[in-house]
């Protein structure tokens, strides 16, 4: 009674009391207490707020970080706090979002938080152009991250250092009330201010932050770079251990960016570690996807997205001869002029052709490409337009094993067992939301084919009942196996 009436009066007495008592953790050495940390969970209770020694070692736990301050990574606070880090994501810190906003527009690439203001394409492009880092500040934010985190190995950054006046092509656009000029003239002044801020910090016009994450970060593996240019991949190129590269040039209602064979050559002769390699809205031709195959031997899976390729690519898929997956995504066209038959070569270690909302109207160039993937022994269609009975008969020499086909709605009953019933190695069967494509136009021998499947997924429509409509033939009998109850 006395002790708690002497700390009521005197409280300074208690905080002394515990102050005085040792923090039990002080004789653990830092390692040790990091595996310790590394066991305890991040949330609820983060114990980065215990105290300043566990908000250090915290910090060195961190590995991956999604940036949306630019300032945190300028300032030095983001390398300081977690100097450990290997995996840095800065593509929505490149475009500052405007403040009290809560629109967002996004796609498979990036995502942008707009102003109530922007309501139209053009406006979109005119909006990322004002909203995005100046070029001094974009080099100075990497050559912080080059110089400090030199163990990074992967890495996704907006490189804004192009005059968007120039590569936005804004002038080029259909003048409509007189939105399109206004807005070409507005870029015309944000170009003409970021070259001006430029020269006044004293960076040249070369591409100096991704030229410092190249020289510093020798163990960079993975890197994605929006509004890539041949000045950005010039930059690039001394990356010499890349094994996984996404480049994106120009986006639909985005931005309007573009790479050509010039930097995808650069490219090709010092990044000759490649696996995988994306190109988006690349404005390449034979010459780039043939340096590309020639000089990375290890490359394994080619992506093209919106490409607009020059006459004649087609042939250069040949030069990758370890190539094990194609795939075509949002292509209007795939090959109007591919050239004679005997000069298109082949793919020997193609396994897997996917082909994702192209256009395959075009025959010829459709025809061209199954001439090139004829080893493949996996083809997916989905979302493909103009994908007809005639221009999927043209896969019946291919050595599929496994085919899926998913949004094809021009594909018929009698176009599809043709084909199936040419495929002889076929194992693998998957048609999902095929709506031509009718039940009650499955013939016995069609059906006879579906019993041997190792694997069948059946769903052209939502009122699909394939066992009740081909009741007779003993359909799924040998699958049943493979999909047991729990």
């Known amino acids: 009674m006395q002790l708690q009436e002497s700390q009521e009066k005197n409280p300074g007495s208690k905080i002394d009391q515990d102050k005085s008592t040792s923090d039990l953790t002080l004789g653990l050495s830092d390692n040790l207490f990091l595996k310790i940390l590394e066991k305890l969970p991040q949330a609820p209770y983060p114990c980065s707020l215990v105290c300043k020694r566990w908000f250090r070692l915290h910090g060195l736990l961190r590995h991956s970080i999604k940036l949306k301050e630019w300032s945190f990574l300028e300032s030095g606070q983001m390398t300081s706090r977690f100097p450990n880090l290997t995996?840095?994501?800065?593509?929505?810190?490149?475009?500052?979002?405007?403040?009290?906003?809560?629109?967002?527009?996004?796609?498979?690439?990036?995502?942008?938080?707009?102003?109530?203001?922007?309501?139209?394409?053009?406006?979109?492009?005119?909006?990322?152009?004002?909203?995005?880092?100046?070029?001094?500040?974009?080099?100075?934010?990497?050559?912080?991250?080059?110089?400090?985190?030199?163990?990074?190995?992967?890495?996704?950054?907006?490189?804004?250092?192009?005059?968007?006046?120039?590569?936005?092509?804004?002038?080029?656009?259909?003048?409509?009330?007189?939105?399109?000029?206004?807005?070409?003239?507005?870029?015309?002044?944000?170009?003409?201010?970021?070259?001006?801020?430029?020269?006044?910090?004293?960076?040249?016009?070369?591409?100096?932050?991704?030229?410092?994450?190249?020289?510093?970060?020798?163990?960079?593996?993975?890197?994605?770079?929006?509004?890539?240019?041949?000045?950005?991949?010039?930059?690039?190129?001394?990356?010499?251990?890349?094994?996984?590269?996404?480049?994106?040039?120009?986006?639909?209602?985005?931005?309007?960016?573009?790479?050509?064979?010039?930097?995808?050559?650069?490219?090709?002769?010092?990044?000759?570690?490649?696996?995988?390699?994306?190109?988006?809205?690349?404005?390449?031709?034979?010459?780039?996807?043939?340096?590309?195959?020639?000089?990375?031997?290890?490359?394994?899976?080619?992506?093209?997205?919106?490409?607009?390729?020059?006459?004649?690519?087609?042939?250069?898929?040949?030069?990758?001869?370890?190539?094990?997956?194609?795939?075509?995504?949002?292509?209007?066209?795939?090959?109007?002029?591919?050239?004679?038959?005997?000069?298109?070569?082949?793919?020997?270690?193609?396994?897997?052709?996917?082909?994702?909302?192209?256009?395959?109207?075009?025959?010829?160039?459709?025809?061209a490409l199954v001439l090139v993937c004829a080893a493949v022994k996996e083809l997916e269609f989905q979302d493909c337009w103009g994908l007809e009975d005639e221009v999927f008969k043209l896969t019946i020499n291919c050595r599929v094993r496994r085919l899926s086909l998913e949004g094809c709605s021009l594909l018929s009953t009698a176009g599809l067992e043709t084909v199936l019933l040419g495929l002889k190695d076929l194992q693998r069967l998957r048609v999902v939301s095929c709506n031509n494509i009718k039940e009650t136009e499955i013939t016995p021998s069609l059906a006879s084919l579906f019993t041997v499947l190792k694997e069948f997924k059946w769903r052209p429509d939502t009122k699909s009942l394939l066992a009740a409509s081909i009741a007779g033939f003993e359909i799924g009998q040998k699958g049943r196996r493979y999909f047991k109850r729990a």
Request: hydrophobic share 40%; net charge negative; proline share 4%.
């Open 87 to 367: 995996d840095v994501d800065l593509t929505i810190a490149c475009v500052p979002p405007p403040k009290n906003s809560a629109i967002f527009l996004t796609n498979q690439f990036l995502r942008i938080q707009l102003s109530p203001e922007v309501y139209d394409p053009f406006l979109i492009e005119k909006f990322i152009l004002e909203q995005q880092l100046l070029p001094s500040s974009l080099d100075m934010g990497l050559k912080i991250l080059a110089e400090c985190c030199q163990g990074l190995q992967r890495l996704c950054v907006v490189d804004v250092r192009r005059p968007a006046f120039d590569q936005f092509r804004l002038f080029r656009k259909p003048v409509m009330n007189g939105v399109h000029e206004e807005i070409g003239k507005e870029a015309s002044k944000v170009g003409l201010k970021q070259s001006t801020e430029e020269k006044k910090a004293g960076f040249p016009n070369t591409e100096i932050g991704l030229a410092c994450i190249a020289k510093n970060c020798q163990m960079l593996q993975e890197l994605e770079l929006h509004h890539c240019t041949d000045e950005s991949l010039s930059a690039i190129s001394a990356c010499h251990n890349l094994q996984i590269l996404r480049l994106v040039g120009s986006i639909e209602e985005f931005y309007h960016f573009s790479f050509s064979d010039i930097g995808l050559t650069k490219l090709a002769l010092n990044c000759k570690r490649l696996l995988k390699l994306e190109l988006s809205g690349c404005d390449g031709s034979y010459d780039g996807i043939a340096a590309i195959g020639q000089c990375c031997f290890m490359l394994e899976e080619l992506t093209l997205v919106n490409q607009d390729f020059d006459e004649g690519w087609i042939a250069a898929l040949s030069y990758c001869s370890n190539l094990k997956t194609l795939r075509l995504e949002n292509c209007k066209r795939i090959d109007t002029n591919p050239g004679p038959v005997e000069h298109l070569g082949f793919c020997p270690a193609l396994e897997r052709l996917q082909l994702v909302r192209c256009n395959l109207r075009d025959k010829v160039g459709f025809a």
